[in-house]
């Protein structure tokens, strides 16, 4: 199996466009998945210079309904044709970030489904728990704990006329089997990192998490939150963190420390042999 960040925050590979987002993809017995798009467009510059053929995709996964991780799939239609693209029916919420003064901007996915349809989406919504393809499931829901407070609480959701804390509800992750345990891929966590590694255990009991790789969304989380999470992560036992994108540098140093050798930032261009 291996996993190629196509969009993330920074490179170290000249040539190599960056941007605010995420999208990687997975490669695995000989099949590939498009785990989030990013923003814009660079997913496919990224993909051609990398020699990646994003024709030859399988599917699409949206991990939610942010711009940063949906922007790009128009782009990836174009290039690639007509795709299945999996997720959640809460994808096309309008979403908004609350700033000061009572501005607010809009970050939901730039396109409707409608527009995304035309290029070729063929969308496959679910809130359960479910097997994509052989050795590839998605999470379903991953509710916060009944006792959690929203981490963001500026990241809203319009209901009704009214703008509300976003629950993300919407947000799920991509778990995939290997003979030496299972590899989890994130896209932002915003449910929380702990509850998700329940989520897993609860659906998947006894296996071994063997990596964690995405977005861990522990950019806003005080320091003392962050060593207490570093410790309740270390009880998982996995042979690999690589962690990028709204994981914040602050997180980044603590999990390097904690984790040492078996903790990766991720860079555009990274790949990981898992």
């Known amino acids: ?69 949906t922007g790009g799939l128009s782009a990836v239609l174009e290039t690639a044709g007509p795709k299945k693209v ?55 829901e991953i509710l916060l704990a009944p006792d959690s407070a929203p981490a963001e609480p500026f990241l809203t959701i319009r209901e009704k006329l009214k703008l509300k804390p976003d629950l993300f509800v919407d947000e799920q992750f991509l778990l995939a089997e290997t003979p030496t345990g299972l590899v989890m891929l994130n896209g932002c966590c915003h449910t929380g990192l702990i509850d998700s590694l329940r989520h897993v255990r609860s659906c998947r009991p006894g296996e071994k998490i063997r990596a964690i790789v995405g977005g861990l969304h522990l950019r806003s989380t005080a320091p003392r939150e962050l060593a207490a999470i570093a410790g309740a992560l270390a009880e998982y036992e996995p042979e690999l963190i690589a962690a990028g994108h709204c994981t914040g540098e602050a997180a980044e140093k603590v999990l390097a420390e904690k984790f040492g050798s078996r903790f990766r930032s991720l860079r555009t261009g990274v790949e990981l042999e898992l």
Request: aromatic share 8%; hydrophobic share 30%; no cysteine.
């Open 1 to 69: 199996m291996k996993i190629t960040t196509l969009v993330e925050e920074r490179t170290r590979v000249p040539g190599l466009k960056t941007e605010h987002g995420l999208s990687l993809l997975l490669e695995k017995e000989g099949e590939y998945w498009l785990f989030d798009t990013g923003q814009s467009g660079i997913v496919v510059e990224n993909a051609r210079k990398l020699g990646v053929r994003l024709d030859d995709l399988r599917g699409v996964i949206l991990s939610h309904g942010h711009y940063d991780h």
């Open 86 to 140: 999996y997720g959640h029916p809460g994808l096309f919420r309008t979403r908004y970030s609350l700033r000061k003064k009572g501005k607010s901007r809009r970050i939901g996915i730039p396109r409707g489904r409608s527009a995304l349809e035309s290029q070729g989406a063929e969308f496959s919504l679910s809130r359960e728990w479910r097997e994509i393809a052989s050795g590839i499931y998605l999470s379903g």
